[in-house]
């Protein structure tokens, strides 16, 4: 069973109290002698006693009753001594005053403080109600001023002349004494402080009522903006849809339209090939039947006999076709391709002044980014980094709000808080609610921008200690080449960001974490949605001859 350290310093107290009484006075050691039998005690006490044994001339010890004679000589322990001045000390811290943490003490109890009830201004001292029943006694008849227990009263007295403060001078601005008004304050416009705390008491209420009243129509505008940017989600989530089945019509359409022309135009190449062809075949018959005849005419001529050479001729066949026809030198689809040509400028006429169109009303979309922008403005937070964590590799400046790696040891003390291994940081102050911030970066290599749980490592090679390794921190890395998003070791890589300006948005009851990058306009760079558990803490990741800046957001 655990024992709280009150219980442990009680009964060490005891145990004490024990060892170093006085058994014959039961008190604690008073100038603590010890005699032969070894025990202590006081050294009045024991001469006390043995003065009362001097007629008999034996000694005894009070305790074990053990004999001696002659008399001991006392002398005083010193160590006994110093352990009991000790015990004393404890037992003076170890006493609780009679009042609650935020209580204010009487200031005329000398032990136990007890709760003060009243403080007196000309006294300059708070009372118990014993001790105020005491000071009314003494000062009744002279009226000193008293006021319900505070622990400001020098808060209320005018440090140049000892009065109490109750003027104030509009004038200057400040709470006076009488003295002052004769003085210094002479002829200002001056009223008692209870007439000006009115006053300012019904200003501040009207100032209080306007920012109640400026929270309740942020609050209307917020839950507004929420709803035009839900409505805004799905309206593009749906015309993302409908535009998508559009063009794959469209597209589907133009595939058959293409379809449509490539097949007349085979089909038109195919019959004119094949009449073509099919005369090709005759021509060539034709050829071949002309050159046997021709064949068997020159050998015919070449015969001597005059008789065989007439009923030779006979047989030779002069007669064929002589029909003659005109063949084109190419087949020509030129036609076509102009119209096809034709179709196509029209088709990009037509589509670009319809995207024109498309775009101008995208573009009416742009109030949405600019309603966005003014909420991070009321959500805006100028964090600044926490020296205790910095790594001994990294540089503050700028009222620490610059964080650079510039490879130097800077020996910065040691401290549990600090990373002592990879080069991070985090920032002072806690994110709970919503909050917006921006970061620029500068130099040859990447930053990490995170954010993570104060519990994260600090110490050593591992995981966790390292932004983006655990699940104690979500880290997005941006260089001149990549960009990526790790939590929990696991990786996605992203589009690589030109703008070195990346703005944070954190809502975490809502559990989002949205990174954007800033140029002239604002465009998303990844966003996760998730359940935070604790506090997040801004963090940062700088690599070597690398600059990183926490922003200053201005209109």
Same mark, same amino acid.
């Given at each position: 069973?655990?024992?709280?350290?009150?219980?442990?310093?009680?009964?060490?107290?005891?145990?004490?109290?024990?060892? *170093?009484?006085?058994?014959?006075? $039961?008190?604690?050691?008073?100038? !603590?002698?010890?005699? !032969?039998?070894?025990?202590?005690?006081?050294? =009045?006490?024991?001469?006390?006693?043995?003065?009362?044994?001097? @007629?008999?001339?034996?000694?005894?010890?009070?305790?074990?009753?053990?004999? *001696?004679?002659?008399?001991?000589?006392? /002398?005083?322990?010193?160590?006994?001594?110093?352990? #009991?001045?000790?015990?004393?000390?404890?037992?003076?811290?170890?006493?609780?005053?009679?009042?609650?943490?935020?209580?204010?003490?009487?200031? +005329?109890?000398?032990?136990? &403080?007890?709760?003060?009830?009243?403080?007196?201004?000309?006294?300059?001292?708070?009372?118990? @109600?014993?001790?105020?029943?005491?000071?009314?006694?003494?000062?009744?008849?002279?009226?000193?001023n008293l006021m319900d227990a505070t622990g400001r009263l020098q808060e209320m007295i005018c440090s140049q002349h000892g009065k109490l403060l109750e003027i104030y001078c509009r004038?200057?601005?400040?709470?006076?004494?009488? $003295?002052?008004? #004769?003085?210094?304050?002479? =002829?200002?416009?001056?009223? +008692?402080?209870?007439?000006?705390?009115?006053?300012? @008491?019904?200003?501040?209420?009207?100032? @209080?009522? =306007?920012?109640?009243?400026?929270?309740?129509?942020?609050? &209307?505008?917020?839950?507004? $903006?929420?709803?035009?940017?839900?409505?805004?989600?799905?309206?593009?989530?749906?015309?993302?849809?409908?535009?998508?089945?559009?063009?794959?019509? $469209?597209?589907?359409?133009?595939?058959?339209?293409?379809s449509e022309v490539t097949q007349l135009i085979r089909d038109q190449e195919r019959a004119a090939v094949s009449r073509a062809e099919e005369r090709l075949e005759r021509l060539e018959q034709e050829i071949d039947d002309l050159r046997r005849r021709d064949a068997e005419l020159k050998q015919l001529s070449h015969t001597h006999h005059h008789v065989h050479f007439l009923q030779s001729l006979s047989s030779v066949s002069l007669s064929g076709s002589t029909d003659g026809f005109t063949v084109s030198s190419r087949l020509s689809f030129d036609d076509v391709v102009k119209s096809v040509s034709q179709l196509r400028d029209k088709l990009q006429q037509f589509c670009s002044e319809e995207t024109e169109k498309i775009s101008g009303r995208v573009m009416t979309v742009f109030t949405i980014y600019m309603q966005m922008m003014c909420l991070f403005l009321s959500d805006f937070y100028q964090f600044t980094l926490d020296p205790s964590t910095v790594h001994l590799h990294l540089y503050l400046s700028e009222g620490n709000?610059?964080?650079?790696?510039?490879?130097?040891?800077?020996?910065?003390?040691?401290? !549990?808080?600090?990373?002592?291994?990879?080069?991070?940081?985090?920032?002072?102050?806690?994110?709970?609610?919503?909050?917006?911030?921006?970061?620029?970066?500068? /130099?040859?290599?990447?930053?990490?921008?995170? #954010?993570?749980?104060?519990?994260?490592?600090?110490? /050593?090679?591992?995981?966790?200690?390292?932004?983006?390794?655990?699940?104690?921190?979500?880290?997005l890395y941006c260089s001149n080449s990549r960009c990526s998003f790790r939590h929990n070791i696991i990786c996605t890589e992203l589009p690589v960001v030109s703008s070195r300006r990346i703005g944070v948005y954190v809502d975490h009851s809502a559990g989002i974490l949205s990174f954007y990058s800033i140029s002239d306009t604002m465009s998303l760079i990844h966003r996760v949605q998730t359940m935070f558990t604790q506090p997040l803490y801004p963090g940062f990741g700088v690599q070597n001859d690398t600059t990183l800046k926490l922003c200053r957001l201005t209109l």
């Open positions: 069973m655990a024992h709280s350290a009150g219980e442990m310093a009680e009964a060490s107290i005891s145990v004490d109290q024990e060892q *170093f009484t006085c058994p014959v006075c $039961l008190d604690l050691l008073k100038d !603590p002698v010890t005699i !032969p039998c070894g025990h202590s005690y006081c050294m =009045n006490c024991i001469s006390d006693c043995w003065d009362q044994e001097d @007629q008999k001339g034996i000694y005894r010890c009070p305790l074990c009753k053990q004999t *001696f004679t002659p008399r001991p000589v006392l /002398g005083k322990n010193g160590m006994i001594a110093e352990m #009991v001045e000790k015990l004393k000390k404890t037992r003076i811290s170890s006493v609780v005053p009679h009042t609650g943490s935020g209580d204010v003490q009487c200031d +005329s109890c000398t032990e136990k &403080k007890q709760k003060a009830v009243k403080s007196c201004l000309e006294c300059r001292s708070s009372y118990c @109600q014993n001790h105020l029943e005491q000071h009314e006694s003494l000062f009744r008849s002279k009226g000193h004038t200057d601005q400040q709470c006076i004494c009488m $003295l002052c008004l #004769v003085d210094e304050h002479k =002829n200002h416009d001056t009223v +008692s402080t209870a007439a000006e705390r009115k006053e300012k @008491q019904r200003h501040f209420g009207e100032t @209080q009522r =306007n920012i109640q009243k400026r929270i309740q129509q942020r609050e &209307k505008d917020l839950q507004e $903006l929420r709803e035009a940017v839900a409505s805004h989600k799905r309206s593009a989530q749906t015309a993302v849809q409908d535009s998508e089945r559009i063009f794959t019509e $469209l597209i589907r359409s133009i595939e058959r339209r293409r709000t610059v964080i650079t790696h510039t490879g130097t040891n800077y020996r910065y003390p040691d401290h !549990p808080d600090r990373f002592n291994h990879h080069a991070q940081a985090l920032c002072q102050e806690s994110i709970n609610g919503r909050c917006y911030w921006e970061v620029e970066y500068s /130099g040859r290599e990447g930053v990490h921008i995170v #954010v993570a749980y104060k519990s994260i490592g600090r110490k /050593g090679k591992r995981n966790d200690s390292r932004f983006g390794y655990n699940n104690q921190s979500w880290r």
